[in-house]
């Protein structure tokens, strides 16, 4: 070499990292083959021992079909209208948080049993909440759950060793789920719905209590039909009063005429007055009578009759003096008495009748006044009864379709229908050569690491171009010799 190089060499130091190409790694990695091949082939070796050891895994599937159903839609407690439905896209998306849920999982793990699930989490030394947990994550891992966009229903699958076990957690799955959003989207109204009907029956009952009690210390049967009997018998006392205002000032009224015209009658007056003539004259024409229907109008004693019968006529028209004169009660006058008392008793009855009236008036005024001033709070006691007993009647309608709702939907989910329940797979999936390529492909990169190391720790250049272009001087002729 010339002085310039051997200057260059001595100033080279090793810690200088040398510089190299695509073919100086070829080079270095051919150099340490033996590292390379050592350890790319043990990796390669556990990587097909993994391989082989590997199970077979087996994916059961199932579909569902989601509807719209009336639980999603809002239904208020007490009267209102029912609210919009929401999107189906959030109903999709919803019911696929709810089968992915804990509480679904964990009730499907428990339906299949651990043991039989997941034998080797069951034989581990944890807890029984350690050992779910652990089931749960890896039952998560191998659930899958999808869905497309627009699209109502949800494809479900699930990875296990056992083809029947794959199937039968999933069916245990959507049973499980269907379970669950029975309780959670319709469950506990009944419940709920019943213990709200009893509460607000006790209240209406205490306000009945209460009504009654209020009633029974004012002394009323019943207040609307008391009111309203005491308001007709108020306009009934006010009409009679009226009647017998009337009636009295009638019976006053000829009572005065009565009185007037007994006071303008004498009181005595000449009843009759009789005469001798007279009888002697009625005493002759009977006796004519009497002869004439023994003898003719010419006979005799008729003719004698006839005589004297003219003779008595003659005296009585001359003026017959009264022999005999009677005199009594002028009969008018006591008759206008007797109508006079008749009418006088009649003012006193209606004067009576019309005190007893103001009376009763009074009383019932009283009693009206009574009942008007207690009014409102009869009126708040009954509406408050009213409107407890029409709200436990709500409730309790309600109740009873709560109750409905959830028999139908314990017999049948109307709006989740199960397109395709999960059967056995007949094929499945190895991950043998997944497993056995990623170990050639780990094998290859860590051989050739470890031989690249390798490589990099020896104190030389692995070729002439690499020290050429580490050095900056140029490669005049290479030496055999043994490697350090």
């Excluded at 009944?190 to 029956?201: C, D, H, K, M, N």
């Excluded at 009594?328 to 008749?342: K, T």
């Excluded at 094929?427 to 997944?434: A, E």
Aim: proline fraction near 5%; hydrophobic fraction near 45%; include cysteine.
């Amino acid at each position: 070499m010339s002085s310039q190089p051997k200057a260059q060499a001595a100033r080279f130091s090793w810690a200088e990292t040398p510089r190299v190409n695509l073919v100086d790694c070829l080079a270095m990695l051919w150099a340490e083959r033996i590292i390379v091949l050592s350890v790319g082939g043990a990796v390669l070796a556990l990587g097909l021992v993994a391989a082989l050891l590997s199970p077979r895994a087996y994916t059961a599937r199932a579909e569902l079909l989601v509807r719209l159903g009336g639980e999603y839609v809002y239904q208020p407690n007490v009267g209102g209208a029912a609210g919009p439905a929401p999107e189906m896209q959030a109903i999709v998306n919803a019911e696929m948080r709810l089968v992915a849920s804990g509480s679904v999982v964990r009730a499907a793990i428990g339906e299949i049993g651990l043991e039989r699930l997941y034998p080797e989490i069951a034989r581990a030394g944890q807890s029984a909440g350690r050992k779910l947990a652990a089931a749960e994550r890896a039952f998560v891992r191998h659930l899958k759950i999808e869905t497309a966009p627009q699209t109502p229903s949800i494809a479900l699958s699930f990875e296990h060793a056992n083809a029947a076990i794959a199937a039968a957690t999933l069916n245990a799955l959507v049973d499980q789920y269907l379970k669950r959003r029975r309780d959670v989207l319709v469950g506990g109204e009944y419940e709920a719905f019943s213990a709200q009907t009893t509460g607000v029956g006790q209240r209406a009952a205490a306000a009945s209590a209460a009504l009654s009690t209020f009633l029974t210390e004012n002394g009323i049967g019943d207040f609307e039909s008391e009111l309203a009997a005491l308001a007709k018998r108020a306009g009934d006392i006010e009409t009679q009063m009226l009647d017998a205002q009337t009636s009295r000032r009638e019976a006053e009224a000829r009572a005065g005429a009565l009185r007037s015209q007994m006071e303008s009658e004498p009181e005595r007056i000449e009843l009759y007055s009789e005469s001798d003539a007279r009888r002697d004259l009625v005493a002759a024409q009977l006796e004519r009578e009497r002869l004439l229907s023994r003898y003719q109008e010419d006979a005799l004693p008729v003719r004698e009759v006839d005589r004297r019968i003219a003779q008595l006529q003659g005296f009585l028209a001359g003026g017959d003096p009264a022999s005999v004169t009677r005199r009594g009660i002028n009969p008018v006058r006591q008759d206008v008495a007797s109508q006079l008392y008749a009418m006088q008793a009649e003012a006193r009855a209606q004067r009576g009748r019309e005190n007893a009236l103001a009376q009763q008036r009074e009383e019932v005024r009283d009693r009206l006044r009574s009942m008007q001033a207690i009014e409102p709070q009869f009126r708040q006691l009954q509406r408050e009864r009213t409107v407890l007993e029409s709200t436990a009647q709500t409730f309790a309608s309600r109740a009873e379709d709560a109750r409905s709702r959830e028999e139908v939907l314990a017999r049948s989910s109307n709006n989740i229908s199960a397109v395709e329940r999960a059967e056995p797979p007949a094929q499945g999936k190895s991950w043998r050569w997944p497993i056995l390529l990623m170990a050639v492909l780990l094998g290859a990169v860590l051989g050739a690491a470890a031989g690249l190391a390798r490589a990099f720790m020896r104190k030389s250049f692995p070729t002439p171009s690499s020290a050429a272009r580490t050095l900056g001087a140029p490669i005049l002729a290479i030496v055999p010799g043994a490697r350090p």
